[in-house]
Structure formats: structure tokens, C-alpha cells
């Protein structure tokens, strides 16, 4: 199954924001969630936000509501992640991932099927 997780990420000064956007092309949408993770250096991989494709619910890690908003467009099978007003601490590497509904719990990195590589993030102050 194709899965990837396109470029996106960057450099920006706080404040500022940057959009992922991850594609599965190979998947049925209604049968997975999509979402990211995040790990910085010395840090353990944590959950950010998730989309679930059976009933479109989206979550978010506490430290990004109300900044970060999570989409899909199913046409073409792509879940984005938009990110504003970006603070130093989200600095990080991000992953999308996937796994099949039902059968994960959510942000819990051992229940995910596919991994997209990553892609760097970098919010200087």
C-alpha cells in the first residue's frame, strides 16, 4: 500500500505557520485514521492529531488545540495538517502515520500499521 508523507515541513520563526500533508493513495479512507506523531531530541514519540476515516472525527494532542487543524480531502486521499502559530516547543521531527479503525488506541505509536518518513520542523524564537 502506498503511504507518504510529503514534504512540508520547515524553518520558521515563532509564530508562524507550515501545512503537512500526508497521502495514501492504495488505502479506503473509511477503513483507517490518519494522523501525526512528533518526537524531539530526547524525547519519546507523542501523538498531535489524528483523523478518523470512518465518521471524519479529528483530535488533538493539548498542547496544539486551537493552533493546529487537521483535513482530508478523500478525492484524493490526502490528510493535512495545518499548523499556526508555532511556538519553539513544537519544534520536532513529524510523522504521519496510519492504522486501521478499530484497531488502535489513539496517539499509541505501537498500534500503527504504516509510517511515513519524517519530516523536520524547526520554530526558532
Known amino acids: 500500500l502506498r503511504f507518504s508523507c510529503r514534504r512540508g515541513g520547515g524553518s520558521v520563526q515563532a509564530g508562524g505557520s507550515l501545512r503537512l500533508s500526508c497521502a495514501a493513495p492504495g488505502f479506503t479512507f473509511d477503513d483507517y485514521g490518519i494522523g501525526w506523531f512528533r518526537q524531539a531530541p530526547g524525547k519519546e514519540r507523542e501523538g498531535v492529531s489524528w483523523?478518523?476515516?470512518?465518521?471524519?472525527?479529528?483530535y488533538y494532542a493539548d498542547s496544539v488545540k486551537g493552533r493546529f487543524t487537521i483535513s482530508s480531502d478523500n478525492a484524493k486521499k490526502t490528510v493535512y495538517l495545518q499548523m499556526n502559530n508555532l511556538k519553539v516547543e513544537d519544534t520536532a521531527v513529524y510523522y504521519c502515520?496510519?492504522?486501521?479503525?478499530?484497531?488502535?488506541?489513539?496517539?499509541?505509536?505501537?498500534?500503527?500499521?504504516?509510517w511515513g518518513k519524517g519530516t523536520q520542523v524547526t520554530v526558532s524564537s
Open positions: 502515520a496510519t492504522a486501521v479503525v478499530g484497531d488502535y488506541d489513539l496517539f499509541d505509536a505501537d498500534d500503527m500499521d504504516y
Open positions: 483523523f478518523s476515516g470512518d465518521d471524519e472525527s479529528t
